[in-house]
Nanobody, 125 residues
């Protein structure tokens, strides 16, 4: 079993910055892909960014150039630095991880092994 504890998030004005972090703990040999999803009210959950074990990032087009994902394998932690935030970035952000080499894709979308509890990010205009 893996537990994901998220921190960060909150309320910020448009154009501001926020940082999220997510620490994994529990019984696992090695974490695989780590990343972040978000879900805005009335919308489907979407992948925001993910990062491979080797540190290769991948971003959804809406956040490219504004968000930066990183990971610290020694701390089993993934980070999301968000800048130039827009009201449309308002959502609940969920940390997500794979264990080991597993990387399941369902209907073209990453299906993680474990999820965090979610943290609210609100961007005011």
């Amino acid at each position: 079993q893996v537990q994901l504890v998220e921190s960060g998030g909150g309320l910020v004005q448009a154009g501001g910055s926020l940082s999220l972090s997510c620490a994994a703990s529990g019984s696992f040999f090695r974490l695989g892909v780590m990343g972040w999803y978000r879900q805005a009210p009335g919308k489907q959950r979407e992948v925001v960014a993910k990062i491979s074990t080797g540190g290769l990032p991948n971003y959804t087009n809406a956040v490219k150039g504004r968000f930066t994902i990183s990971r610290d394998n020694a701390k089993s932690t993934v980070y999301l630095q968000m800048s130039s935030l827009k009201p449309e970035d308002t959502a609940v952000y969920y940390c997500a991880v794979d264990i080991g080499p597993n990387h399941r894709v369902v209907n073209g979308t990453w299906d993680p092994d474990y999820w965090g509890q979610g943290t609210q990010v609100t961007v005011s205009s």
